[in-house]
């Protein structure tokens, strides 16, 4: 076994916890002896034992002497958990390798290490460990949410008919992955208009799928009241995000935002979201929501699905509303990461051009 096949499996081990973390980072941990694993672990949801304590909890012999493998440097300060960095120090672990170091001020174990003569190597898959923890990273970087906007369209750049019909625009294989990708973000978002038309349930109906925290933006609480989600069977709860005064008539709570221009202030939200312990944020919004993002300048993913299929009419409805951009040097800039199929389908995923970790 090597330095990155191990790196790779702490990978591996820290995904399980995906979904569950929020704005905590994604870690995991392999304890290694004589060239065998005695112990493995991760973090498996927020303010739960750490990767580190996880791994010594499941030893299948003592590790002192042995090598630990984790992919996010061990914390050094007192949260929610004690230290990790004690912890390996308990244990007599004579080396550790890292992929990433932890951009937390608070954190600073190395030298730690090193002061109990603790061998250390990092950078080991630096850039795959980054991925792995963009939403982390970002959120130390940014001090707010990741935001991404999911929508599907058709060839000629149309999300819905002129009467809003949109179903379905994107086939079962594609639907069937947006389900992933709501079991990875913390909270869903779409607007009044969304939450009326389509009447969704904004949860994750894969098998072993968690739900989103769901939010629904509605300035002026003119919300029916026998929207499916709320009432919906759920470990996570439905807000409605709205910069009114009048009294909440709903089976929800209320985030009572900021107003800019008669709506509710977007950043105003994504802060109060982001003190809620909610680091990553899908929007499956309409046109509407999705350009109240872009204009704030919030939108740092897309997934955009495209079909084979034309719906034509200069009333069909786009991604975005708005004025738009005046000149090309004006434009909103991304860079494309990913294009994958689904059957007919094409998925291109595309990052905003302006952030970076």
């Known amino acids: ?112 290490l090193k002061g109990h003569n603790i061998e250390v190597h990092s950078g080991i898959l630096e850039e ?51 389900h992933k990708l709501r079991s990875k973000y913390d909270a869903i978002i779409v607007g009044k208009a969304t939450a009326i038309h389509d009447n969704p349930s904004l949860n994750s109906r894969i098998e072993a799928g968690i739900d989103p925290v769901r939010i629904i933006i509605d300035s002026e609480l003119e919300l029916p009241m026998d929207l499916k989600v709320f009432d919906l069977e759920s470990d996570k709860k439905t807000y409605v995000a709205t910069c009114s005064d009048k009294e909440n008539p709903y089976k929800a709570d209320l985030i009572r935002c900021k107003e800019k221009n008669g709506q509710v202030d977007i950043n105003d939200l994504l802060e109060k979201l982001y003190a809620m312990n909610i680091g990553s944020i899908l929007v499956e919004g309409g046109s509407h929501i999705n350009n109240a993002f872009l204009e704030a300048g919030l939108v740092d993913r897309i997934y955009e699905f495209i079909s084979p299929k034309i719906i034509s009419g200069e009333r069909s409805i786009s991604p975005f509303t708005g004025k738009g951009c005046e000149f090309m040097s004006d434009a909103y800039n991304f860079e494309i990461e990913d294009i994958n199929r689904f059957d007919t389908d094409i998925l291109i995923e595309a990052k905003n051009v302006h952030w970076n970790i």
């Open 1 to 112: 076994m090597n330095d990155e096949k191990l790196m790779r499996r702490t990978f591996e081990l820290a995904k399980k916890g995906e979904g569950k973390v929020l704005t905590n980072p994604l870690v995991g941990a392999v304890v290694v002896k004589d060239g065998r694993i005695i112990g493995e672990g991760y973090h498996h949801n927020y303010g739960n034992i750490h990767a580190e304590k996880d791994a010594f909890n499941n030893l299948t012999e003592d590790a002192k002497g042995a090598s630990l493998y984790v992919n996010l440097e061990p914390c050094s300060h007192q949260g929610k958990q004690p230290p990790c960095v004690d912890e390996v120090i308990r244990q007599g672990i004579s080396k550790v390798y890292i992929s990433n170091l932890d951009t937390n001020p608070k954190v600073d174990s190395i030298e730690k």
């Open 128 to 178: 795959e460990g980054k991925k792995l923890n963009e939403v982390f990273f970002y959120n130390m970087k940014y001090n707010r949410p990741f935001v991404s906007l999911k929508y599907a369209m058709t060839l000629d750049g149309k999300i819905a008919c002129a009467n809003g019909d949109s179903k379905w625009i994107s086939n079962e294989k594609s639907r069937e992955y947006v």
